[in-house]
């Protein structure tokens, strides 16, 4: 079983910066895949990121790309969204996601992962 805990949301202008964490504790292995989605009211749920808990291997969406980072301390169990650029549609709820994701599948499907954090709100103003 693997616990999962966001912190860092808040508000924020359009152009400002925040970084998620994801806490993480329970037994994770080295080919979990932990991942960064994110839901607006209405919306259904959307990846972000994703990376590896083991090895270099990255994803992102191109809604993100060049604006997101997507990071881990492997000594901490921790994994971390920096995003910078924000923007008044990256609005939502965001959700840390983990799960061993046979290789080959994409990291994009909310169904390839066995488990989620709470979420964390993160509202960008104008």
């Known amino acids: 079983q693997v616990q999962l805990v966001e912190s860092g949301g808040g508000l924020v202008q359009a152009g400002g910066s925040l970084r998620l964490s994801c806490a993480a504790s329970?037994?994770?292995?080295?080919?979990?895949?932990m991942g960064w989605f994110r839901q607006a009211p209405g919306l259904e749920r959307e990846f972000v990121a994703a990376?590896?808990?083991?090895?270099?291997?990255?994803s992102y969406a191109d809604s993100v790309k060049g604006r997101f980072t997507i990071s881990r301390d492997n000594a901490k169990n921790t994994v971390y969204l920096q995003m910078d650029s924000l923007k008044l549609e990256d609005t939502a709820v965001y959700y840390c996601?983990?799960?061993?994701?046979?290789?080959?599948?994409?990291?994009?499907?909310?169904?390839?992962?066995?488990?989620w954090g709470q979420g964390t709100q993160v509202t960008v103003s104008s």
């Open positions: 329970g037994r994770i292995f080295g080919n979990y895949v």
């Open positions: 990376i590896i808990w083991i090895g270099g291997s990255i």
């Open positions: 996601a983990g799960g061993a994701i046979p290789y080959g599948r994409s990291w994009s499907r909310v169904d390839g992962y066995d488990y």
